[in-house]
């Protein structure tokens, strides 16, 4: 019965002392989420000591995906994309091995996708997004889908793919009705009706933003509301409505002002001046400029700096201040005649003020070449922003087509269609530029063929004896230096065997010019194979051959022209009457040596050792010490 007890009290404690040590955990989780927006150093330094006390392998599923669910998050708000990353995908195949997570398999699905937005090729980032999509459950959330359509719209719209970027948007939206999350649907309304203001579509443009409107006034979200105004204003100047336009910017000021966003409150501001100005209300665009003066440290895009840089400028010229005027703008390092374009619209006007500001002063000069960048790049500017609406007008035109022939479009068939579509052009563009790669390839190898065959015909032509097959004279020149420098730099010896065959002009008077050439082939024949492989044979002109041996001293040389001459004297010639007859050769042999170093007395001692064997009585070898050799038992086959 003790036994019993003993082993309750036991278990009992083990259960309480892990479930302490879970407790612990999960507050240590709830601690880095509720921290992460706010202090996300400190949620690191606590999500360290997670790292050092618990191994997540041990941990429930549920607590190993939330980990990574909050460390991927972690990393995102520490600007850690690798990191990100890596938790992200962990989460993933934990959330693919456990089914049932579906929200915390979409939140890392997202944070995912924003882990690799910035940093990966537009494409590798589409194939990542439709692998989340593709390994998705069926009941998948529209919302989850929803927001993968908006990254795909971000690619698209950096790739400038306006077609695929405006049927994402369109399906996005059509997917987060669907879901009815209105915070969602409302947020992708506004960036869809933003991108009908830049298409002209004004009338569903301004359906959505009301919709928007009614929803963020409702609901008191003046931030979003603000947002919206802006839009607003922006739709009713598109119409030509500038005094509208103006005052729902008025207006939106105190909201600015009771959110209390300096921000927002800069950017009404800018607008506001704006179109004080085009209106010719000096006194009133004076007072915004004041007001924006005081909140220009709000000015964080180089945009928002050229815009009030224009405003300023503008007001100057206004009340004709050009010295003033001139003072402002000189210091605009954009606005320097560098050479480089310009092809932003604010600039552009900023140097047309540059200019008007410098004839003023009297500098007619520097303002002429200012005139004349700014007509240049406004010529430009104008045909680009020309193509672009031409552009915009025909995806409209598109666009309204597609809509009439299916009024019940499903958006997302339509992105997935149209991306098909894409691809296919894409790989039919891919495979006729290999094609053409292929075909330049192949005449490229024809033309190399070409170019070959001729170069080893003009070399036949230039270095080759069209009787032998051996080099000419020309061909010793080319040569020779090459052995020459081998033979000072590297002591490489070089032997040379004058060859020349006895009496061969009565071969020629006795048998014809055609029996004498067979016999010159004979011999330059006999010569390749009885020499050796790195012999280089030159016919000098007639019977008189010249053999060039690479790596031989004299003394060896000479003992293989004598095994040479004796082959040679054994080859029978057929004279086409029925006879026989053989031939001779003499041959002088000599060696560069520190006293021969230049072709000319190598050739000129091996001649003369030739002149000698002549002398003597012919058939023989004159080498450096005139020693006559008798034949040999090993005697080369002809």
Known sequence: ?????????????????VDAAKSQLDDLLDQIESTITVAPSQARDMAIVVDQKYQMSTQPVAVAIRYQLLRSDLALSLKLSDEATQYAQVGLAL???????????????????????????????????????????SDISPAYHAQLLLFKVKIYQQTERADLSLYALKAAYQLAQSSNNQPLTQQIAVDLATRLLELNDYNQAENLLKKSDQYYVENQLSVENLIVQIKLSELAYSRGHKADALTILINAKALAQAVGSGLFRFVLELRIAELELESDNIVAAGASLIELIKLQTHARRADDKDRLLLIRARYKVAFNDFSGLNKLLNSHGALELNGISKNDSRVLDLLKLKAQGLASQGHFEQAYQILQQHQRDFTTHSQRRNTDSLQRQKMMFDLDLLEQENRNLNWSNVLQQSELKRHNQTLSQLNMLLLILALVAAAAIALAILLYQKRQQLYRLTFQDPLTGIHNRRYLSLIFKQLQDKYIKERQPLAALMLDLDKFKLVNDRYGHGVGDEVIIAFTKCCKDVLPPEAILIRLGGEEVLALLPQWQCIEATKIAETLRLTLSRILINT???????????????????????????????????YIAKAEGRNRVVGPSKIHYEETSHLAKC
């Not at 019965?1 to 002392?17: E, P, T």
């Not at 959330?95 to 995912?112: D, F, I, K, M, S």
């Not at 006879?579 to 091996?606: C, H, R, W, Y």
């Open 576 to 610: 086409g009457r029925g006879n026989t007859f053989n031939f001779t050769t003499s041959i002088g042999v000599a060696s560069l040596s520190p006293s021969v170093l230049d072709q000319e007395s190598l050739l000129k001692l091996a001649d003369q050792r030739l």
């Open 1 to 17: 019965m003790r036994r019993v007890w003993y082993f309750l009290i036991c278990f009992l404690a083990i259960s309480f002392s």
């Open 95 to 137: 959330t693919e091995l456990h089914r049932g997570y579906l929200v915390q398999r979409n939140a890392l699905g997202l944070n995912l996708v924003k882990s690799v937005i910035h940093d990966d090729e537009p494409l590798q980032v589409l194939k990542i997004i439709d692998q989340l999509l593709s390994q998705s459950d």
